[in-house]
């Protein structure tokens, strides 16, 4: 369970006529993952696809093209096996029928793209009412048409000699060719921009006409070839649909012979198989003839693929450690320990019974609309359990919902207990009348101690996780880097006893000081001033001295000396980073108190009727702004801690997936 599951090598041999019974058992079984063969020699080269793989690939071409025309991308309502064995023929009689169609269409958008083309050109010829014949066919007149913003005060000074005809901007001008250069200098000179005579005959207002009228036509012939490719789209999708992933998986299986070495006469395939199904392939493929099937040893430098082994509760989140990177064979997967400090993180940020309750709300919604495998119902998953722990934290620990506290918080004066607000006004779900039996035992607001040291706590049991899952990890391959890990959680613990020390005269790190690390020595040095626990510094000493003596056996003892202080520095700046836990969760909180407050007391609380009803108004944008708002940097935050400041004790990654023979693609949304 906290490693990926042990890997099997298969060498599979066997006579060519053997090959196509041998894909197809093997792809049906998903459980190889095949290695592909690597160069040519005298006696092996690389496989060809089967006979197949010709017509299977061109009907896929023309089943996609289909779809394409159509427009189906709607998911399969049918399993592929039950396309049928006449795919390929049902295939073409559609090609046919949806070709013609297709055809039509476009060749009518051209022609109406074409109409469109002409209708602009004629339509400012049409305004001037006169025949497209009367702008050309002149010696010893200048013809300008076109646009014109300005006027034509002044034309006269230029020249006498001339026609104008305009109907708003636009504007045709007969002139003397002797004048035509004073005369274009003039129109440009009132913003003159010429246009294209149409190299038509006649009337523009009535070609104009026609080719409107004409287009109107063309239009509806074009609505009725599109209903015609609905209602093929609508008789046709699910077909398209099963009839695509049907030929994607036969493709498959005729062009697996690509990875597998081939002679004239035999092949060989070799790849790795989960132990636990060594049987099950073992006995199905030796009930084909003249089949050899047998495991075989490794080359040292085989990197098996890793296929992880997680219960199902935790799955989701295999999701998270392979957006970080999938684990080298052999190593810990994080998965286990992802699925249990992630949600608990989240849920210490979000903190609130209200909220947790829409996360939990969130994802029981996207579970039941949302198809598995989903890379994003996965992660729907992931956020619905920490609003599990969000809402138990906000009910048990913190005590409050939606923002509001369940009671005051309130503090010890001379006159006894008083109510606490940071606007002198405490406001709780006490105030509205509703009394929950359950008392907080941390108050974000005025608990500011208690939640940096909780923070601080959770960093160093987690990074202490850490280097414990990776002195295991280390184990089997150098014993010296294990002491390393261990050397260095010495270290951590050294610097954890030295902060409980520092603060225990906080409530939280006094019950740990007192209670919890009771079987630390209580001698304590005095330097200059500053108290350190006589424990603390022999494990600081005594872990540095192992650190440095370890590392300055793969490095100069002088570098390793000088990194070690650096790296500790380092380790400490790492459980400190964990307060951004306490911090979002006290901003999240002072956010949602402030929008609160100034919600009801600036607007509901007043009583006047249209403040009221926008106050409702308001009170539901401030709770969806707290409540994105808070998802998004607690996800953030909680994945942060775990990649950055947790992996980095223990993960090194980069391994290859498992992807078996035949194995469907996981969907990403």
Not at 306 to 309: H, Y
Not at 413 to 434: C, D, H, N
Not at 527 to 534: D, H, K, R, T
Not at 608 to 619: D, E, P, R
């Given at each position: 369970m906290l490693r990926p599951k042990e890997m099997a090598r298969v060498l599979i041999a066997g006579p060519r006529d053997r090959l196509s019974s041998t894909i197809e058992i093997l792809h049906e079984m998903k459980a190889l993952h095949v290695v592909g063969h690597v160069g040519e020699d005298e006696t092996f080269g690389l496989g060809q696809p089967l006979p197949q793989a010709s017509e299977v690939s061109e009907s896929l071409v023309k089943l996609r093209s289909i779809a394409s025309i159509l427009e189906i991308e709607a998911k399969p309502t049918l399993p592929a096996a039950e396309v049928g064995s006449d795919a390929e023929q049902r295939i073409l009689t559609l090609e046919v029928n949806i070709r013609e169609e297709e055809e039509s269409r476009k060749r009518i958008d051209e022609l109406l793209a074409e109409q469109s083309v002409r209708i602009e050109a004629l339509r400012p010829f049409a305004t001037l009412e006169l025949d497209l014949a009367s702008y050309a066919g002149y010696e010893n007149l200048s013809v300008f048409v076109g646009r014109i913003s300005g006027d034509l005060d002044g034309l006269d000074e230029v020249t006498e000699r001339y026609e104008a005809f305009r109907t708003g901007d636009v504007i045709a001008l007969f002139a003397d060719a002797s004048q035509e250069d004073e005369v274009r200098q003039f129109l440009l000179g009132q913003g003159f921009a010429s246009l294209e005579v149409p190299a038509e005959e006649g009337d523009p207002r009535q070609l104009l006409q026609t080719l409107l009228e004409g287009g109107e036509k063309w239009r509806h012939r074009l609505d009725a070839v599109r209903e015609r490719l609905t209602k093929l789209r609508a008789k046709y999708a699910d077909f398209v649909i099963s009839a695509e992933a049907f030929l994607t998986v036969e493709i498959e299986k005729a062009e697996a012979p690509l990875l597998f070495a081939a002679s004239d006469h035999s092949f060989v395939a070799e790849g790795w198989v989960p132990l636990d199904r060594w049987p099950e392939i073992r006995d199905r493929l030796g009930g084909v003839e003249a089949l050899y099937v047998d495991l075989q040893n490794p080359p040292g430098e085989a990197d098996p693929p890793?296929?992880?082994?997680n219960p199902k509760p935790t799955r989701p989140f295999e999701f998270l450690t392979k957006l970080f990177s999938t684990p080298r064979y052999g190593e810990i997967d994080p998965t286990l320990p992802l699925f249990v400090v992630f949600p608990l993180f989240f849920g210490f940020i979000i903190g609130d019974l209200g909220y947790g309750s829409l996360f939990i709300l969130l994802g029981l919604v996207a579970l039941w609309k949302m198809r598995p495998p989903s890379d994003f119902r996965n992660l729907m998953a992931i956020i619905m359990l920490g609003g599990v722990f969000a809402a138990l934290f906000g009910t048990f620990v913190f005590g409050e919902a939606f923002g509001i506290p369940f009671h005051a918080a309130?503090?010890?004066?001379?006159?006894?207990?008083?109510?606490?607000?940071?606007?002198?006004?405490?406001?709780?779900?006490?105030?509205?009348?509703?009394n929950i039996p359950i008392g907080a035992l941390v108050h974000k607001l005025t608990d500011v101690g208690d939640?940096?040291?909780?923070?601080?706590?959770?960093?160093?049991?987690?990074?202490?996780?850490?280097?414990?899952?990776?002195?295991?990890?280390?184990?089997?391959?150098?014993?010296?880097h294990a002491a390393a890990k261990g050397a260095w959680l010495a270290v951590l613990f050294g610097l954890f006893v030295i902060l409980m020390y520092a603060v225990r005269s906080n409530r939280v790190a006094g019950f740990v000081w007192d209670q919890v690390l009771f079987f630390i020595p209580r001698a304590i040095l005095d330097?200059?001033?500053?108290?350190?626990?006589?424990a603390s510094l022999v494990l600081l000493v005594v872990g540095t001295a192992a650190v440095v003596y370890l590392e300055a056996l793969t490095k100069p003892i002088n570098i390793a000396g000088f990194l070690a202080p650096i790296e500790?520095?380092?380790l400490l700046a790492n459980i400190i980073s964990y307060t951004r836990l306490a911090g979002i969760a006290i901003a999240k909180a002072a956010l949602a108190e402030a929008l609160m407050s100034l919600v009801f007391g600036s607007l509901i609380?007043?009583?006047?009727?249209?403040?009221?009803?926008?106050?409702?108004?308001?009170?539901?944008?401030?709770?969806?702004?707290?409540?994105f708002l808070g998802g998004i940097s607690a996800g953030i935050q909680a994945l942060r801690l775990n990649y950055v400041e947790f992996f980095s004790k223990f993960y090194n990654g980069n391994g290859v997936p498992f992807k078996p023979f035949g194995a469907p693609t996981v969907e990403t949304a």
């Open positions: 890793v296929l992880l082994d309130v503090e010890t004066v001379a006159g006894g207990p008083q109510p606490v607000s940071a606007e002198g006004t405490p406001l709780s779900w006490a105030s509205f009348g509703i939640m940096l040291v909780l923070s601080v706590i959770a960093g160093a049991v987690h990074l202490g996780l850490g280097y414990l899952i990776g002195i295991v990890n280390e184990l089997p391959h150098s014993r010296r330097l200059s001033g500053f108290e350190i626990p006589v500790i520095a380092g609380f007043t009583g006047q009727i249209a403040l009221v009803i926008g106050g409702f108004a308001a009170l539901v944008v401030a709770q969806m702004l707290v409540f």
